[in-house]
């Protein structure tokens, strides 16, 4: 197996674990916490699709999903590209509002298919390439990948178990 075809497989997983997530849930469902504080299920799926769409998006040095079309509209927010969900507090975690579970799964699709398109371009030797040198060691874009995945597998992980307690609460 090559690296593209390790990487495909695992971010192949996502899609279908996010629409397992919110598939059939209602705006408000999407909204329901387990208690105050909490992350919803709307906002761990808009959170984790974010990451995606921030990070690949400076590695290809392109302009983010979330910006280019009304994608931010469709959660009740503005298209800041800065806003990923990362240190949100309280308030801003109510704020994401997505109108249903498709508009989860649209963005989440139209995110997955660009970090597809530059997976498949994927060379071995481009691994190793540094892509933040702000880290000690830098960050080259085989660990970038790697913690991108990581990232949306617990955030799914973790939508499917508050949608767990939701249907059982």
């Not at 997983?13 to 705006?27: T, Y």
């Not at 801003?92 to 579970?101: D, G, I, K, L």
């Amino acid at each position: 197996m090559d690296v593209n075809d390790l990487l495909t497989e695992a971010y192949d997983r996502l899609p279908d674990l996010v629409r397992a997530a919110v598939e059939g849930l209602r705006p408000e469902q999407l909204h329901w916490a387990p208690g105050p504080g909490h992350n919803s299920i709307g906002w761990l799926v808009w959170h984790l699709t974010r990451v995606q769409d921030h990070h690949v998006a400076d590695l290809l040095d392109a302009e983010q999903i979330w910006v280019s079309g009304d994608w931010a509209g469709r959660f009740g927010l503005t298209a800041d590209p800065d806003n990923t969900g990362y240190g949100h507090s309280p308030a801003q975690v109510e704020a994401v509002r997505p109108e249903s579970a498709q508009a989860l799964v649209d963005y989440y699709g139209a995110v997955a298919s660009r970090t597809g398109k530059f997976l498949a371009g994927l060379r071995p030797a481009d691994l190793d390439r540094v892509v933040d040198e702000s880290w000690d060691p830098a960050v080259t874009l085989g660990v970038r990948l790697v913690s991108i995945a990581e990232d949306d597998l617990q955030h799914v992980g973790q939508a499917a178990y508050v949608r767990g307690l939701l249907e059982t609460g």
